[in-house]
């Protein structure tokens, strides 16, 4: 049976929990569009996704397929198993009210993955200071020999996805990103669909 595909408007979120062994596939369906993504240890949110873990223990800024993500705790969290555009960022924060407000000149409300993330979230207990760096899929940052940054529109084209299997059971929040240089100056959906393991299914059914 083919995984239903869930949809995640523009300028929006979703949260939703994974157990060890499922497997998330994010897809960009129409182009340049970055999704934020945060993990969260499902029995434990004091355990979420590190940036500088998993760029320290991969030995690598610009994480894809092979690369796993780790935790604050030094545990895998997530292994990417494919990546069909090949260029994420794990450098910068989700865009907030502030980044408009401080790099945009922008009077007054504006979509925010924080924001976004933040809704999703609270349900599950977890306030907006609890909420790490996410990575950042699709999303195009370049750095020179200066450690200069600099956010480019995504490489990605209409159809590339990124497919990731759970380490551990997960607690998982995405967004289809609202800062405008993210994405080229457009915002559009993302899509992602589980796939579940059918040890899973079969442990259910009995």
């Avoid at 545990?75 to 910068?92: A, P, S, V, W």
């Avoid at 504006?110 to 977890?126: A, M, R």
């Amino acid at each position: 049976m083919k995984p239903l595909v869930n949809v995640i408007q523009k300028q929006s979120g979703a949260a939703f929990t994974l157990k060890k062994g499922d497997i998330l596939t994010v897809i960009d369906p129409m182009g340049e569009q970055v999704s934020d993504m945060v993990l969260f240890n499902a029995e434990d949110y004091n355990e979420k996704i590190s940036s500088g873990k998993s760029l320290d223990f991969e030995e690598c800024m610009l994480l894809t397929k092979g690369h796993y993500l780790w935790s604050n705790r030094s545990q895998k969290m997530m292994h990417i198993l494919e990546d069909t555009n090949g260029r994420n960022d794990f450098l910068l924060a989700p865009c907030s009210p502030e980044t408009f407000q401080i790099m945009y000149n922008h009077k007054g409300d504006h979509p925010s993955c924080l924001g976004n993330l933040h809704q999703h979230l609270k349900p599950y207990g977890i306030g907006i200071d609890d909420i790490p760096t996410a990575f950042n899929l699709f999303m195009n940052v370049q750095f020179d020999t200066k450690g200069n940054l600099s956010v480019h529109p995504p490489t990605s084209k209409a159809g590339d996805y990124v497919r990731l299997e759970a380490q551990m059971d997960l607690l998982v929040a995405l967004t289809a990103c609202s800062a405008e240089d993210s994405n080229g100056g457009t915002f559009k959906p993302i899509h992602y669909y589980i796939e579940t393991e059918p040890h899973h299914i079969k442990h259910k059914l009995q």
